[in-house]
């Protein structure tokens, strides 16, 4: 997996990291690959709640996974207007012996702006598997 291409749909789901791991959020990030340095996109959580999302992308080297770097910033005239979050990911381990496995990205998320009574700062744990 360590050449897969980012580009695609990916189910994304996001969990506080409290001990009582409540879902942060959850949608559907839809990639695009402008160069293999770069990811962009959508996370569409539906009901009007989407993020434009602008990242980089390091290859894979040695043992270190492919790693993205994604700032999601909310729409104006839209429920998102003003937010921003940002995502650190790697590409999910490939297992050897692996059946079907499709691949993942996991990582962390931190609410970079205040909105809606919620704090900056607020962090979170993400998992997205490849839909397409």
């Known amino acids: 997996m360590a050449d897969i291409s980012l580009a695609g ?5 996001s969990y506080q990291n409290i001990p ?3 879902v942060f959020g ?4 839809a990639f695009t690959a402008p160069s293999p340095d770069k990811v962009q ?3 569409d959580m539906g009901n009007d709640q989407v993020l ?3 990242g980089t992308v390091t290859a894979a080297s040695g043992d270190a996974p492919l790693t993205v770097h994604i700032i999601g910033n909310g729409r104006d005239g839209t429920k998102t207007k003003g937010w921003e979050y940002d995502y650190h990911g790697f590409l999910g381990f490939k297992w050897p012996n692996g059946v079907d496995q499709v691949p993942s990205l996991v990582g962390t998320i931190v609410r970079a702006k205040p909105h809606d009574g919620g704090a900056a700062g607020v962090t979170a744990s993400f998992i997205a598997v490849k839909l397409t």
Do not use: C
């Not at 749909?9 to 789901?13: E, G, H, I, V």
């Not at 959850?26 to 990030?29: C, L, Q, S, T, V």
């Open 52 to 54: 434009d999302l602008d």
């Open 41 to 43: 996109g959508t996370l």
């Open 20 to 22: 009582e791991q409540k």
């Open 26 to 29: 959850g949608g559907i990030f």
């Open 9 to 13: 749909t990916w189910a994304y789901r």
